[in-house]
């Protein structure tokens, strides 16, 4: 088969186009035939090792955990997939070294689902990572009706998959931070937009009214973005931050995506029923997956970057 791997930690440059053997499946596995494959930051962290530390890798390593595709076999012990099926998964598993970024991925039964019918593989390689890691920590901190929820960075990936699911949670409003050309954006997904930077606090506040605060905080930013939630949310708890470690010395909750075939296909419905959308910014062939995670690397992105197989 044909994939994008790397011999090394680097910059984009070690992302080659390889011709590497075709994946075997265990017992309780599923082949898949990649029609599309999520660029999502991890394999960023991945390319340049720094999460080394945490998984093992080995070389060559195919990036990427987001794929959409075809089945094309299933093990003797697999429920719920037969030859033919369109699905889509988080595939990240223990050991970095086979992922999504080919033509073929061995993927298991917990990280999968069947693909919403009529959607394009495009847009369901976006939706398990960035949606698993957004309704997974809405969740976490009890997003229901009646709550105020404040999205930082709300177009991007996860970002803007959060803003929707907090209305289909029960969310009252949804407040987004993006820059000014996304403004527009947010607003069609259901979200108040709101201006960062230095004056998040104030401008928060002024969307909000009343006391000037929100029921839960959303962060995908870390950093500064991290501490206006602190300055903004009423409970130190209900702030949940997907990127910064440092929300749990602060008090608040840490959320981190699993695969869980349940959510999966519960996003899958939702999509179904037209209530979520996955926008994808742009689809780069394959072999130009260097290219991607420049972009992707470049900040700014509005909702999905993904590769076509």
Known sequence: MKAIAQRSFGDPEVLELLELPDPAIALDQVLVEVRAAGVNPVDRLVRLGYLAGTLPHHFPLVPGWDVAGVVRAVGPAVEGFAVGDEVFGYQRKDHVQHGCYAELVAATERGLALKPPGMPFEEAAGLA???????????????????????????????????????????????????PRNHRFLASLG???????????????????????????????????????FALVRDPARAVSIVDLNVLELGGTYAYAKPVAADLAW?????????????????????EAAEAQRLLEGGHVRGKVVLTV
């Open 191 to 229: 979200a108040e937009p709101v201006a960062y930077g230095d004056a998040l606090v104030n401008n928060v506040a002024e969307v909000v009214g009343g006391d000037g605060r929100v029921d839960v905080a959303f962060d995908c930013v870390g950093g500064q973005a991290l501490g206006s939630s």
């Open 267 to 287: 996003l899958a419905a939702r999509v179904a029923d037209g209530e979520l959308a996955v926008t994808v910014q742009q689809a780069f062939p394959l072999a």
């Open 129 to 179: 990572l960035c949606g698993l890691t957004a309704v997974q920590a809405l969740r976490k901190v009890g997003v229901g009706p009646g709550d105020s929820v404040l999205v930082h960075a709300a177009a991007g990936g996860v970002g803007h998959l959060a803003v929707q699911l907090a209305r289909i949670l029960g969310a009252s409003r949804v407040l987004g931070t993006a820059s």
